[in-house]
Every structure is written in C-alpha cells, then in structure tokens.
C-alpha cells in the first residue's frame, strides 16, 4: 500500500508519494483511476474553467431575458453598431429589475467585449434596449450549476 515520505528542510515539510506495485498498471504505467468530476470541472472538456469558457446567448436586437437565475457575465458582442440610444446588461429578469452591469453607450462599434475577470449576477441576466436604442448584441455567460 501507498503513503507519503515526509522529508524536512529549514523552511519547509515536502510530502512525497510512496508507491508500491499496486499502483501500476501491468504496462508499467501508473494507475490514476481519478475520473469524478469534481467542482468546478467540466467532464466533457477535462478541465478546470476560470472564466475561459462561456455561452453566447445569441445575436438580440431588442430586449431580451438572457439566462434566467444566477450566473457569471463574461462581455458582450457587438454584432452591429449600437446607435441612438444606450444598451444595458441587467442583474435581473426585466427591464429595470436589478442593477445595471454593463452599459453600451450609442455608438459602440462592432467587435467582442471580454471583461478581465467575470462579473457574479444572482438574480439573472437581462438585455435592456432604451427608447430608440438599435444594435444587435450577444452576451457571454456561464449560468450556474
């Protein structure tokens, strides 16, 4: 059976594994046999996320619920130029129904808007259009598990 070789320094206790012939495959490999998904890992792309991966929920030209519940915003698409009015990305399920996270102002060019770290919503995501606002904007998020 495996344990642990504790060894000592001056400043630090390192831990190394003892292995027996148990953990090895026939092949000589050693056998991890780790395959739960653990929180915070994606089974299907076997990796911890840290804000790297989001969905896209689709190009929207008028007010749109986005994900309804709790959630991370990542940025936002512009597919087509916002004009006249201002866009807001909303903490909430409704126009005006939570705090303003994100604002487009008029005149926001076609491109991808990435924030450098993920912005929590615990109450939803919602797409608001002002009067006269035009565009077309996708938003990135990853909805809670």
């Known amino acids: 059976m495996g344990g642990l070789l504790t060894a000592y320094t001056d400043s630090f206790i390192y831990f ?13 490999e050693l056998n991890v046999a780790d395959m739960a998904e653990h929180p915070g890992e994606d089974a299907v792309f076997d990796r911890t996320f840290g ?4 969905v896209a929920s689709g190009p929207k030209s008028v007010d749109s619920l986005i994900n309804n519940g709790a959630c ?26 939570g705090a303003t996270v994100a604002t487009l102002p008029p005149g926001k060019i076609a491109g991808e808007y990435i924030f450098p770290v993920g912005i929590s919503c615990s109450n939803g995501l919602f ?14 998020y990853w909805p809670a598990v």
């Open 127 to 140: 797409l608001n259009y002002a009067t006269g606002a035009t565009g077309s904007v996708s938003v990135l």
């Open 51 to 54: 804000g790297a991966l989001c």
């Open 16 to 28: 190394y594994p003892v292995l027996d012939s148990n953990s090895y495959q026939a092949s000589g």
């Open 72 to 97: 991370i915003l990542y940025g936002y698409i512009v597919h087509a130029a916002t004009a006249t009015a201002a866009i807001t990305i909303e903490n909430g399920i409704t126009a005006g129904s």
